[in-house]
């Protein structure tokens, strides 16, 4: 069921990014020959609107084969189209999947609600013989507040950590309970796994998708920074990079199944702002590089030809990039 989640969820996302190169050519009059989701093999084919529609074998990705981006149709399609044109063919992909993002959280703002941190702490697991599991605390617990002073975020638990009585205010099955707890001199540990607690507030359709947009251009430079250093860190061979690739994706996609709709809707959305994220990346043969080479093409002469070996390489580094995700993933899954 894992699997068919990730088809479904990818291959939706990959058919709107590429839906959006198609219209951007198709609205000034250029010419897709063909459009696919997934590479390889092609298993399904069907002609319409003047270009061929397929379903392809490795549902890793797509195309739009647009007239003018080959060497030998230079002068023609998309090659013939002003500079601001071009731009728009490249970045329609990027944008579509950032729309369908914002469309999602929308949809999850309204029908779940906006998460919102309260400042206090969730208890997820009391370690067996801890401090913490014989003053009482409890998995689920609310931490409300430490001597009377209520949480502000959740590491105020850390004021318990000094000498003397401590007395520890918590919400448990909608009750208020009241908790000893001393702190000894030389202790290290309370034993205690928690997390902050989230509430959340239903908005309107409209205000969803409002703070969606809002929220995600916020974080914007924060994704970038973490997406760069994550691919730096799988160049490096580090097993801790924060990125995973397909195989770590079917796994995380089962995990969301089990959770529900709405966090496989948030999965969805996540996996589209990456995707155009990433896709933004300066690297040849995405849609980053090739804005790149087409700025560059302002300054230099390129030859198509040229323009193709880049983008032949960049291919290739990709296929790299994805064998290293690929066996982390593995690795991690398999606790090697």
Do not use: C
């Not at 948030?266 to 700025?295: H, V």
Request: neutral net charge; aromatic residues 8%; proline residues 6%.
């Amino acid at each position: 069921m894992s699997l068919l989640w990730f088809l479904l969820i990818i291959g939706v996302s990959v058919f709107v990014h590429e839906l959006g190169h198609y219209l951007a050519a198709r609205l000034q009059g250029v010419r897709v020959k063909a459009f696919s989701v997934g590479f390889g093999p092609i298993l399904l084919r069907r002609q319409a609107f003047g270009t061929e529609w397929r379903l392809s074998a490795i549902p890793l990705g797509g195309y739009a084969d647009i007239e003018g981006l080959l060497p030998e149709e230079r002068g023609r399609g998309y090659d013939a189209l002003p500079f601001l044109g071009k731009l728009l063919v490249l970045v329609a992909g990027v944008v579509m999947n950032v729309l369908l993002a914002w469309g999602l959280l929308g949809y999850l703002f309204s029908a779940q609600g906006v998460p919102e941190a309260t400042g206090r702490a969730v208890v997820l697991e009391v370690v067996p013989g801890s401090l913490a599991e014989r003053t009482g605390l409890k998995p689920q617990d609310v931490l409300l507040a430490v001597d009377g002073l209520p949480f502000q975020r959740p590491q105020d638990i850390e004021k318990v950590k000094t000498p003397g009585p401590h007395t520890l205010t918590v919400l448990r099955q909608g009750e208020e309970v009241q908790l000893t707890l001393t702190w000894e001199p030389g202790m290290e540990r309370l034993g205690l796994v928690y997390q902050p607690e989230v509430t959340y507030r239903k908005v309107g359709f409209g205000e969803g998708l409002a703070l969606a947009a809002s929220r995600t251009l916020a974080f914007g430079p924060e994704m970038v920074r973490a997406l760069v250093g994550g691919l730096l860190g799988v160049l490096s061979g580090n097993p801790n990079s924060g990125v995973v690739g397909p195989v770590g994706i079917v796994a995380e996609t089962g995990r969301a199944a089990q959770e529900g709709l709405f966090r496989l809707v948030e999965l969805a959305a996540a996996i589209n702002l990456s995707l155009a994220l990433f896709n933004l990346l300066p690297i040849p043969a995405l849609d980053g590089g090739r804005i790149l080479l087409l700025a560059l093409a302002r300054l230099f002469r390129i030859r198509p030809e040229q323009e193709a070996v880049v983008h032949y390489l960049g291919f290739l580094f990709l296929i790299l990039l994805v064998l290293l995700v690929t066996f982390q993933d593995l690795r991690r899954l398999l606790g090697g």
